[in-house]
Structures are given as C-alpha cells and as structure tokens.
C-alpha cells in the first residue's frame, strides 16, 4: 500500500512559478514510477508528466515541455513537480500517482488526493 500526499499548490500570476511536492509512504517508492494528473473545472483528468522508477526517464505533456520538471527524491520518498512560466491554462487541481510512470493514467495504481493551482491572468 502506498499513500501519496500532495503540497505545494496555490495561487500565482501568470509567468510565476510553483513547485508541487508528493509525499509517499511505504518502503517501495523506490520501485513506483510516479506520475503527475491534472483536472481542471469541467474538463477530463490529463496526463502532465512523469518519471520511471527503473531508470528515471521523464515523459511530459506537449503543453509544458520545457516550463515543468518532475523529479524524484529516493531518500525523501518524494516526487517533484517544478513548474515554471505558468499560464491560466495551467489552472486545475494536480494529482499525484505511483505506478507505471509513464503517461498512461490506467498504469497508476494509486492516487493522492490533489492540490489546486490557480494561475491568474
């Protein structure tokens, strides 16, 4: 079992940044691949990015290549989402998910509970 507890998310201008933090419980983080989701209002949950646990590879969403960043912290059992150069497209709750780590929402076999991150104009 493993639970997930997401921080970091609020409220920012356009062009700010936010770094979202996913504390995990359990001993096999190390062997999760973790991914980061996002809902906004009225909209269906999308893929945003993720990073293996075999070898750390990353996959990111077209939109946010090159403004976010996912990292894990092995010892922290920790997952990162640095997100910079925000936009109000950007606006929605994240979620954070330990599975396959890869951009396939039906890989991940468990889910925080979210953060909201609102980007104004």
């Known amino acids: 079992q493993v639970q997930l507890v997401e921080s970091g998310g609020g409220l920012v201008q356009a062009g700010g940044s936010l770094r979202l933090s996913c504390a995990a419980s359990?001993?096999?983080?190390?062997?999760?691949?973790m991914g980061w989701f996002r809902q906004a209002p009225g909209k269906e949950r999308e893929f945003v990015a993720a990073i293996r646990g075999s070898d750390f590879r990353t996959y990111y969403q077209d939109s946010v290549k090159g403004r976010f960043t996912i990292s894990r912290d092995s010892a922290k059992n920790t997952v990162y989402l640095q997100m910079n150069s925000l936009k109000p497209e950007d606006t929605a709750v994240y979620y954070c998910?330990?599975?396959?780590?890869?951009?396939?929402?039906?890989?991940?076999?468990?889910w925080g509970q979210g953060t909201q991150v609102t980007v104004s104009s």
């Open positions: 359990g001993r096999t983080f190390r062997s999760y691949g």
């Open positions: 998910a330990a599975g396959a780590g890869t951009p396939n929402e039906y890989g991940y076999d468990y």
